[in-house]
Each structure stands twice: as structure tokens, then as C-alpha cells.
């Protein structure tokens, strides 16, 4: 069965500083994946897409991926109140399938 | 970028009243819709998937004759939940799919209370 493996949390980070947030996958064939942010009460937001190994960086927000690992990460500098959130981890292991992680809870302490 | 509308996005309702839920892609094609169902404090779960023209395919564990899905145009899927009870008070959320990754939008959202 294909899985998306995600720390719950909550993971407190405090403000200024880096939150990192770690995802694993089952499926060796997956070729895409990607990040999304959700708020309380509200649907999830694309923020990261990747695609292949290496450091994918867009802002404030950076995307690693190592797929010999099956591993994929979020990397948010300069934590802001605003990016607590739950972060939700997804890999697109076929076409048309998108498999999501539970989410991973993130806090930033002011 | 693209966007999903979902509507409407807070419904109240009796229990044993059927509610529909449409979501709309506005600036492109969707040829499939995935539905999602979210309680409280947890994950997504996947519900059902919708192709345009075609059956819908339920997950496991999800009543097909409960949760009615139609897919009718390439810019509409609609959900109704057919006589609701309490319990399927929830946040549910469709997302677009068709044509490239990067289109997997989510919409906004539809909050279901059932009294």
C-alpha cells in the first residue's frame, strides 16, 4: 500500500528561526510531490512543488528531496507567527493519484 | 493560477435533509474531481474520485448511495448527502485533477452542520 509518513506534532519553532518538517514515502516510483499549507477551518494551499533531487527553493520556503532516501522536506526561514499552520506532505506516485501525509502540525512561538 | 470555486461554502441543516455541494473549476478543465471529507483536528480522507462522463469511484468504506457524486461537465462536480444525520457533520473539500500535476487545486470548502 502506498504511504505518505508525517510527524504529527505539533513541532514549536520559535519565531526567526528555521522549522524544518520531514515527510517519508513507500512508493520508489513516485516522480512528483509536493507541500501544501493548511489554516484552521480552511482548505489546503499549494505552496512547494519538486520534482527532481536537490534543493528547490521559492522565497522564504525551500523543498529537498533525495529519492534514493524517499524523502522529501520543507525547510521555512525566518519563522513567522503566520506560517503556523499544518503542513501537509503529498507524492504523486501514478498518474492522476495523489497520496497525502496526515499533515504535520507547526507552531511558531512569537 | 487556476481556481476552484465550491459552493456553498456553510450549510445548516435538519437532519434526514439531502444537501448539494457543487465545485466549479473557473479557468480550465477538470476532467476529474477528487472529494474529500475532514473532521475536526484530523486528515484529509479521501472519499470518493469523479470522472467527467462516468461513474465516480468510492473509497472504501464510503456509502455510494449516501454520498452522490455527478460529474456531469468538465467544470462541475456535484456531492449531495443524502438524508444527513449528525454524524456527517464535516468539512468537505473538493480538488480539481486532469491535465498537468500543478493542477491539483483545492476548493475553498464547505463546512456541513446537521442539527
Known amino acids: 500500500q502506498k504511504e505518505v509518513e508525517q510527524n504529527s506534532g505539533p513541532l514549536s519553532v520559535p519565531e526567526g528561526a528555521i522549522a524544518s518538517l520531514n515527510c517519508t514515502y513507500s512508493d520508489r516510483g513516485?516522480?512528483?510531490?509536493?507541500?501544501?499549507?493548511?489554516?484552521?477551518?480552511?482548505?489546503p494551499e499549494l505552496i512547494m512543488s519538486i520534482y527532481s533531487n536537490g534543493d528547490k527553493e521559492d522565497g522564504r520556503f525551500t523543498a529537498q528531496l533525495n529519492k534514493a532516501s524517499q524523502y522529501v522536506s520543507l525547510l521555512?526561514?525566518?519563522?513567522?507567527?503566520?506560517?503556523?499552520a499544518t503542513y501537509l506532505c503529498a507524492v504523486n506516485p501514478e498518474e492522476r493519484v495523489?497520496?497525502?501525509g496526515k499533515g504535520t502540525r507547526l507552531h511558531i512561538l512569537p | 493560477g487556476a481556481v476552484?470555486?465550491?459552493?456553498?461554502?456553510?450549510?445548516?441543516?435538519?437532519?434526514?435533509?439531502?444537501?448539494k455541494i457543487e465545485c466549479r473549476s473557473l479557468d480550465f478543465?477538470?476532467?476529474?474531481?477528487?472529494?474529500?471529507?475532514?473532521?475536526?483536528?484530523?486528515?484529509?480522507?479521501?472519499m470518493a474520485t469523479s470522472n467527467e462522463g462516468s461513474k465516480a469511484t468510492y473509497e472504501q468504506g464510503v456509502e455510494k448511495d449516501k454520498?452522490?457524486?455527478?460529474?456531469?461537465?468538465?467544470?462541475?462536480?456535484?456531492?449531495?448527502?443524502?438524508?444527513?444525520?449528525?454524524?456527517?457533520?464535516?468539512?468537505?473539500?473538493?480538488r480539481s485533477?486532469?491535465?498537468?500535476?500543478?493542477?491539483?487545486?483545492?476548493?475553498?470548502?464547505?463546512?456541513?452542520?446537521?442539527?
Open chain 1, 30 to 43: 513516485s516522480q512528483s510531490f509536493f507541500w501544501y499549507r493548511q489554516y484552521s477551518g480552511k482548505s
Open chain 1, 76 to 84: 521555512i526561514r525566518d519563522s513567522q507567527p503566520s506560517d503556523s
Open chain 1, 98 to 100: 495523489i497520496i497525502f
Open chain 2, 4 to 19: 476552484v470555486s465550491q459552493h456553498p461554502s456553510r450549510v445548516i441543516c435538519k437532519s434526514g435533509t439531502s444537501v
Open chain 2, 29 to 46: 478543465q477538470a476532467t476529474t474531481m477528487f472529494w474529500y471529507r475532514q473532521f475536526p483536528k484530523q486528515s484529509l480522507m479521501l
Open chain 2, 67 to 94: 454520498f452522490l457524486i455527478n460529474h456531469a461537465s468538465l467544470t462541475l462536480s456535484t456531492l449531495t448527502v443524502t438524508s444527513a444525520h449528525p454524524e456527517d457533520s464535516s468539512f468537505y473539500i473538493c
Open chain 2, 97 to 115: 485533477g486532469g491535465g498537468g500535476t500543478d493542477t491539483q487545486y483545492f476548493g475553498p470548502g464547505t463546512r456541513l452542520t446537521v442539527l
